[in-house]
């Protein structure tokens, strides 16, 4: 059997280990999958009112929840991480001749369709209270691509805080600014109609150019070119940088 098919089914098995870990785990499934719909229902039936948007609220506000769909999964894979690295699981797996690179793999994959099940009971439950896109098939491939890079890179990254960390709740916490940037975007309100200082942030922080050309995907427009550049960019550096810094981090403490 060749090394690519051994790392391939190595991955697999650690991918399957991650999925029963995450069932057998209730606090997982809820802030990965039920926190965001709960997010949702708070945000459109409690505030939506308040907030000032062009079109229905609903609309507007999907796009911001499935990012912050993304995010909101992404604590419990770094605390298990660090639970693999400082409880000894890891060497166990090197003296069991496992792909190194299928133990990290296997998170990041494991997460990154955690995360798009997360997304995609959003999309469920948005149709549900009135969400109307009027994307078209190309549209709605280039929405879930986005997604998938998006659910990819911040995947490495969390996996890349998990293994630096040097402890499972230093770990946890290390994902909180990726979990707040959403709120400090135009997730839920425009950039335009925030105060100085705040606005300037909402505009050149990761998330913004991400959530903008979701927004103008599933609206059924073309999203401006700066901010599809803009997504595109900040997808492909969070995967350079968190397999980079995974990597890096791997080789040096495993």
Excluded at 228 to 253: E, H, N, P, Q
Aim: one cysteine or more.
């Amino acid at each position: 059997m060749s090394s690519v098919s051994t790392s391939f089914g190595d991955a697999a098995i650690m991918m399957r280990r991650n999925f029963k870990h995450t069932a057998r785990n209730p606090v997982t499934v809820f802030q990965a999958v039920l926190f965001p719909l709960v997010m949702m229902l708070m945000f459109v039936y409690v505030f939506g009112g308040a907030f000032k948007v062009h079109g229905r609220y609903i609309d507007y506000a999907v796009p911001g929840l499935l990012v912050m769909a993304i995010t909101y999964g992404l604590g419990p894979t770094a605390a298990a991480v660090n639970g693999d690295m400082t409880k000894g699981i890891i060497n166990r797996f090197r003296a069991m001749d496992v792909s190194h690179g299928a133990v990290l793999a296997g998170h990041v994959v494991s997460t990154t369709v955690r995360s798009l099940i997360a997304d995609a009971a959003i999309i469920a439950v948005g149709f549900a209270m009135g969400f109307r896109p009027h994307a078209d098939f190309l549209q709605w491939l280039g929405a879930i691509g986005i997604m998938l890079l998006l659910a990819f890179g911040t995947s490495w990254l969390t996996v890349a805080m998990g293994l630096g960390a040097k402890t499972v709740e230093s770990a946890g916490m290390a994902t909180v600014p990726l979990i707040m940037l959403p709120f400090l975007s135009s997730a839920f309100v425009p950039a335009d109609t925030m105060g100085t200082g705040v606005r300037q942030f909402a505009e050149y922080q990761p998330f913004t150019p991400i959530i903008e050309t979701l927004r103008g995907l599933l609206a059924g427009d073309h999203p401006s070119t700066g901010h599809t550049i803009g997504a595109l960019a900040w997808c492909v550096g969070f995967i350079v940088v968190g397999y980079a810094w995974a990597v890096s981090t791997f080789k040096k403490r495993a």
